[in-house]
């Protein structure tokens, strides 16, 4: 049955409003202050905001960026010349600095020592003497060295008393300050790690970008050659490829040497690295639009493919870079690495491969002490950096 039922009478019609002004992406009318800082900040102040949370990580670099400007000014650092040698003072223990004598506040200060030979064992036997107050002078003149090669300087940070002797981490064999040998030593020690990493970089990311980009033949036999390597103890490689170096070479070229070997032998961890990525990331559309505009390999590799992951490149750095001032130390304390006059912490824990130089003079360890320093503060930054690398997560 049909019946006819009346339609509803036509409402009027909504008023609304439609603005004309272009659509602004950075728009922030709904969101509070916080949010607003949030959305409209950069990836690397993101990246800076998640490292900074990680505060072990932001030590470490602290730590590290003091370090490496010391051995900028390390003449200046250091309270003697690399050379200098007080034959009155041999195997001199570590004096410790003071700051009140008989109760009143003298200043930093050391006592002055008096040497004795015992001699049934014909060592070396130093006293303190409590009346020998010595105060230690600071930005002060004493022993004359050549700042980097080039200026005539004898300014230090720290200096014993003038007719004193500052010895804070004791002396060696010859009389030599080794504290002043260790601010010395992480010049070598701490650049030979840089330079060592840019060549590891290198090798690292044009092999594994090739062979990850390209793949085919050419990615099996660098696969092959990596697994190669790989396989070799890294200790008997070490020792086989510093025994090829000439002993005629001047400690320059021993040094350049010894750099290339650790970054022809750490560039292969790297290249997987990269190789792993690239075959993921060559399969996105952005890679086939850069091929399809007749871009080459190389531009897609460096303007396209490696910036995508420039992060995790540099968290691998900071982890690679404590491999290779082991691998320098290791060397040089075996006797295959860098020789002197060159002065490395490898070096300077040479004198330490006695157990009975180390059960007399303990303190010839204390190179070892930034050695482990270093590499937890690089491992502690690389690890900050890994997780600043991906700010959403």
């Not at 600095?97 to 506040?105: R, T």
């Not at 390209?214 to 099996?220: N, S, T």
Request: glycine fraction near 8%; hydrophobic fraction near 50%; aromatic fraction near 12%.
């Amino acid at each position: 049955m049909k019946t006819d039922s009346p339609l509803p009478a036509p409402s009027a019609p909504l008023e609304h409003y439609v603005s004309s002004a272009p659509f602004d992406l950075q728009s922030v009318e709904a969101m509070t202050v916080e949010q607003s800082k949030v959305f409209q900040a950069s990836q690397l102040r993101l990246m800076w905001w998640k490292f900074r949370m990680h505060r072990l990580a932001l030590v470490s670099g602290i730590f590290l960026v003091v370090l490496y400007f010391g051995i900028l000014i390390c003449e200046f650092l250091a309270p003697y010349n690399l050379h200098t040698r007080n034959m009155d003072y041999i195997y001199s223990p570590p004096q410790q600095v003071h700051l009140f004598h008989n109760g009143q506040f003298v200043g930093p200060f050391v006592y002055g020592r008096q040497m004795t030979l015992d001699m049934e064992t014909l060592k070396r036997n130093y006293i303190d003497n409590q009346d020998d107050v010595q105060r230690l002078r600071f930005f002060c003149k004493a022993d004359s060295y050549r700042f980097w090669g080039l200026i005539e300087g004898d300014r230090h940070f720290v200096c014993a008393a003038e007719t004193g002797q500052l010895f804070l981490a004791g002396t060696d064999r010859l009389g030599r300050d080794v504290l002043s040998r260790m601010i010395y030593g992480a010049r070598i020690s701490l650049t030979i790690g840089l330079v060592g990493i840019s060549f590891s970089f290198l090798l690292g990311i044009v092999i594994g970008g090739l062979a990850g980009y390209h793949g085919g033949i050419f990615d099996l036999i660098v696969q092959r050659i990596i697994e190669v390597l790989q396989s070799i103890p890294s200790i008997p490689l070490w020792l086989a490829l510093a025994a090829i170096m000439p002993i005629t070479w001047s400690p320059i070229l021993i040094y350049f040497g010894i750099t290339i070997i650790l970054g022809v032998l750490d560039w292969t961890g790297l290249a997987r690295a990269v190789r792993s990525k690239l075959l993921a990331l060559r399969e996105e559309d952005y890679v086939l639009a850069a091929q399809l505009m007749g871009a080459g390999s190389s531009r897609i590799i460096r303007r396209h493919l490696i910036p995508g992951f420039m992060s995790h490149l540099i968290a691998t750095a900071t982890l690679s870079i404590p491999g290779m001032i082991l691998g320098e130390t290791a060397l040089s304390f075996l006797g295959l690495g860098l020789r002197a006059p060159i002065t490395s912490w490898g070096i300077l824990l040479t004198e330490a491969r006695s157990v009975s130089v180390i059960a007399f003079y303990p303190w010839l360890l204390l190179p070892m002490l930034p050695v482990i320093l270093v590499i937890m503060a690089f491992n502690f930054l690389g690890d900050g950096l890994r997780d600043a690398a991906d700010p959403y997560k």
